[in-house]
């Protein structure tokens, strides 16, 4: 009876420590279809959101740099593979996205 209750107590943890990791993804990159080509701090095919940080950190043109990219995509800076655009992205939702990405 004991292991029985241990091991629910661990499987409980373990579901409550994915569901902190899932709810560090902003809605914002959700809503976008940003997490299909990215993840917060592995590449995925799309780099990780955390080396998008280091690459721009302390870069004063970063905002705007990240804002072009988002919404008319690009290619060249993390490999072959390009970067679909994504016009149809808000300006508020663009800013938030990057505001949380340069923030790792």
């Not at 629910?8 to 902003?26: E, K, N």
């Not at 940003?34 to 799309?46: N, S, Y």
């Given at each position: 009876?004991?292991?029985?209750?241990?091991?629910?107590?661990?499987?409980?943890?373990?579901?409550?420590?994915g569901?902190?990791?899932?709810?560090?993804?902003?809605?914002?990159?959700?809503?976008?279809?940003?997490?299909?080509?990215?993840?917060?701090?592995?590449?995925?095919?799309?780099?990780?959101?955390?080396?998008?940080?280091?690459?721009?950190?302390?870069?004063?043109?970063?905002?705007?740099?990240?804002?072009?990219?988002?919404?008319?995509?690009?290619?060249g800076?993390?490999?072959?593979?390009?970067?679909?655009?994504?016009?149809?992205?808000?300006?508020?939702?663009?800013?938030?996205l990057?505001?949380?990405?340069?923030?790792?």
């Amino acid at each position: 009876m004991k292991s029985i209750v241990i091991s629910m107590a661990v499987a409980a943890g373990l579901m409550i420590a994915g569901s902190a990791m899932a709810a560090d993804m902003p809605a914002v990159a959700k809503k976008n279809n940003c997490t299909a080509c990215h993840a917060i701090d592995k590449k995925v095919v799309g780099p990780g959101w955390k080396d998008v940080a280091a690459k721009y950190k302390g870069d004063a043109g970063a905002v705007a740099h990240l804002t072009t990219k988002i919404k008319k995509g690009g290619s060249g800076v993390w490999g072959k593979m390009p970067m679909p655009a994504t016009p149809k992205a808000s300006d508020a939702d663009v800013k938030e996205l990057i505001d949380f990405i340069l923030a790792l």
